[in-house]
């Protein structure tokens, strides 16, 4: 069965202080592993997509990274208005007779709080 | 440019009461989607379109019915409203696997649910 799994839960830094995610999941036949940045009361935004081991994505403090069983978001020096709710996805192939539509599956997100 | 708009934004309800939600995207995506968010858990399909006039069913369809009449919306229906369908609810879009867009999928601000 498809699946995701995110750690920590919860994750409390000091500002300054870097730190990583994890994600790891199973699927057969990856397709790509997406990580979503979602604030309180809001939808999630789109952060990095990764499609194959090794690669590596940058934005600002974040850095995502992809192997062929988890996929890491390290976070560098973070400063408070990092603080989020960050959610992975992998997207999983689909049958014909479904559309074709991109599948995904969540995991259920890592709370990062990020203290002056 | 507004993206992926929901509405209404919150919403309380009784047991029984039924209950339609919008969302309506502007970026001319063919696939659109409908996903709840709960507590302790990542976001579940409950319905999705892949173009106007198609709609097919997700991971969590039961008590839920939808409907795509125009391709830039996307109505998701409440029969009779149970306490368990209590959550956030995300509406999200995404171009169709024809474009070398990625398949990333874009999110509403979420509306959210109560029935008691």
């Known amino acids: 069965e498809d699946q995701v799994t995110q750690s920590p839960e919860a994750l409390r830094l000091q500002e300054g202080e870097s730190s990583s995610l994890n994600c790891s999941y199973t699927?057969?036949?990856?397709?790509?592993l997406f990580w979503y940045r979602q604030d309180p009361g809001k939808g999630p935004e789109f952060l990095f997509t990764?499609?194959?081991a090794g690669e590596e994505k940058e934005k600002e403090r974040l850095k995502a990274t992809l192997t062929k069983k988890e996929s890491f978001l390290h976070i560098t020096a973070p400063k408070p208005e990092d603080s989020a709710t960050y959610l992975c996805?992998?997207?999983?192939?689909?049958?014909?007779?479904?559309?074709?539509?991109?599948?995904?599956?969540f995991g259920a997100g890592t709370r990062l709080a990020v203290h002056p | 440019n507004a993206g992926v708009t929901q509405t209404p934004k919150f919403r309380v309800l009784k047991t029984g009461q039924s209950m339609t939600l919008l969302c309506a995207q502007d970026?001319?995506?063919?696939?659109m989607y409908w996903y709840r968010q709960d507590p302790g858990m990542g976001l579940r399909l409950i319905h999705y379109?892949?173009?106007?006039?198609?709609?097919a069913k997700g991971e969590v369809p039961d008590g839920y019915n939808v409907s795509r009449l125009k391709k830039q919306n996307f109505l998701l229906g409440l029969e009779s409203a149970a306490p368990s369908q209590t959550s956030v609810y995300f509406c999200?879009?995404?171009?169709?696997?024809?474009?070398?867009?990625?398949?990333?999928?874009?999110f509403g601000a979420g509306t959210r649910l109560s029935v008691l």
């Open positions: 999200a879009s995404s171009h169709s696997r024809r474009v070398t867009a990625k398949n990333i999928q874009y």
């Open positions: 699927v057969s036949g990856l397709r790509g």
């Open positions: 990764l499609y194959s």
């Open positions: 996805a992998v997207q999983a192939p689909q049958s014909p007779i479904s559309g074709g539509y991109n599948k995904l599956i």
């Open positions: 970026m001319n995506h063919e696939y």
């Open positions: 379109s892949v173009g106007e006039g198609t709609t």
